[in-house]
């Protein structure tokens, strides 16, 4: 009897143990086993196949070139090696993607260590590149460590702030956006007058007016600087918060509303054996600084940072990475789960028994997405541990709870949606609940990912999706269906498009919608016979184009499209799918 006890006993810890993990390490593919000096994560869809690619910089060294994975859709990702942006050797540090020109490609701009110029590239199409090579912020020398886009203006074109830790008179830089691709940089200002050892920043609304804010973290002991925007780029500085008064270490801040209060809290990774810190947004600038988490008593070499509902509960977690601690010892990274849904208190677990806490090394970047399109964040890390480290990827285990996931599209607005303010209400648990996120340049000190994910517990719908654009518009919609990935498009309604069938059709071919007539959301089935680049525009009875649904590259499948015409007028409207010399037109009516 004792015996049988023991095995019983034995069976529940292992069991235990493996209901525990939430991530799973993936070693195999070569985007795992490439050794580097990595440095920034960011996972965006770089040619518009609808798939969430990964893009690494490398530095310090001279030399040192970035790596791009291509994203399969069948959770494996090939290298892509012949272009430009692979292939300019630097010192790269910190990255970031927005779409300059509003042409519906994403753009980049990486930054380099080393007094060595800052890099822009015009993405021209499908993932070709031209280095912008006389452009001011690629032919500006520094010591750069990160980059952001964010439109301070709201003139609907993304600007660019760059960050500097070191060299004689080293300070930041701002860019401004004039279009077509020009900018012009700032000399003038406060944000660009002052002199530290600067190394995270964000573009952030912090006080709910409209405009975004600039915050940077710096190191070796220097006050943060929190740059308030008054409107029209013109920036004072605030030197009576908490959050630019208490100086430590900082390389990383990250915001996000952790108790689902509506407005955006802000934790910082600090470096040199310090403890991270936790700041809750009271308004107004006013914040007040949570000692009694575990997270201000957790000391360690805190490098980036990243908010993420990685169980889907419906409140934000945090990743920190750690580097460069003592010579030769190995650091490994923290994860802290929010008990928000469990106890209706803003807390934190530290998780120590996940396989994303169990590796060690050096860590740098990192970055949450859904790689594998099952609605559940997953991870990629950067690692540099003696300068030739290979990167983590970490596939999200899942449970059951609900999910969705969306992209954001401007037309006022820059056309990635930088800024977007994505308001959410569920009940969960039986309890009303709002949630906000924001589309970011930078989640964290080198990381970025502009695709948003929210978590819903058990929440069978979502009440209410309010989008708030950088232009003052909103969208607004009740009753949104989950489980699914949604493309939100400014003063346009919701788009959904996913595989429906697993054989490959003979041919192009268009479907009726269903239910026609509708109200507000309809169906689309379509099939493509061969990867190409497809288009499936919504039109009125005068032609002019209402919605763009599908503008991407799409592999042989059969795919169906949920289109959402809320804010639309009664009346018939034609739809079309263009592939090349492939038309098809098709009528369905808006019946409200």
Known sequence: MKTLILSLLAVIATFNLSYSQYFTKVTTGQFVNDAGASRAVTLIDYNNDGQLDIYVTNGPQPGAINFLYKNNGNGTF??????????????????????????????????????NTDRLYRNNTMGNFTFLNTSPVSTNFGFSEAVSFGDYDND??????????????????????LGNTNYVKVDTGIAVSETADSRGLNWIDIDN?????????????????????????????????????????????????????????????NHGKRPNALYRNEGNFTFTKINSSVINNDSGYHASSSWVDFDNDGDLDIFTTQAYGPVNVKLVNKLYKNLLMETSQPNFEKIT?????????????????DMNSDGFP????????????????????????????????????NKAGIGTKIKIKANINGNPVWQTRVVEGQAGYCSQ????????????????????????????????????????????????????????????????????????????????SKSDFIKLIVYDLTGKEVKSLVNANLTSGNYV????????????????????????TKQMILLK
Request: glycine letters at 8%.
């Open 78 to 115: 090939t290298k892509i090696t012949d272009l430009t942006i692979v292939n300019d050797v630097s010192r790269d540090d910190g990255a970031s993607w927005a779409d300059i020109d509003n042409d519906g490609f994403l753009d980049l701009c990486f930054v380099n260590w080393g007094n």
């Open 156 to 177: 609907g074109l993304v600007d660019i702030f760059i960050t500097n830790s070191f060299g004689a008179n080293h300070k930041n830089f701002l860019y401004k956006n």
């Open 209 to 269: 007016d409209g405009d975004l804010d600039i915050y940077v973290t710096n190191e070796v002991g220097q006050n943060n600087f929190l740059y308030v925007n008054n409107g029209s780029g013109y920036f004072t500085k605030n030197t009576t918060s908490i959050i630019s008064n208490d100086a430590s270490n900082s390389w990383s801040g990250s915001w996000g509303d952790y108790d689902n209060d509506g407005d955006q809290d802000l934790f910082i990774a």
């Open 353 to 369: 028994n996940d396989a994303s806490v169990s590796d060690s090394g050096y860590s740098y970047g990192l970055a949450f997405g």
């Open 378 to 413: 997953d991870l990629y890390i950067a690692n540099t541990f003696n300068e030739s480290q290979n990167n983590y990827y970490y596939v999200n285990n899942g449970n059951s709870n609900n999910y969705l996931q969306i992209k954001t599209v401007g037309t006022s607005s």
């Open 449 to 528: 990912n502009l695709w948003l994910n929210f978590g819903f517990g058990n929440a069978a719908i979502a009440d209410s999706v309010k989008v708030i654009w950088p232009s003052g518009n909103i969208n607004h919609f009740t009753n949104v269906e989950l489980n699914r990935f949604i493309t939100v498009t400014e003063n346009g309604g919701i788009v959904n498009i996913k595989k429906s069938d697993s054989y490959s059709p003979q041919k192009f071919e268009l479907k009726q919608n269903f239910p026609n007539p509708f109200n507000p959301e309809t169906n689309i089935k379509f099939s493509v």
């Open 561 to 584: 499209v949920t289109f959402n015409a809320e804010g639309l007028s009664s009346g018939v409207y034609f739809y079309s799918l263009i592939s090349g010399d492939f038309v098809s």
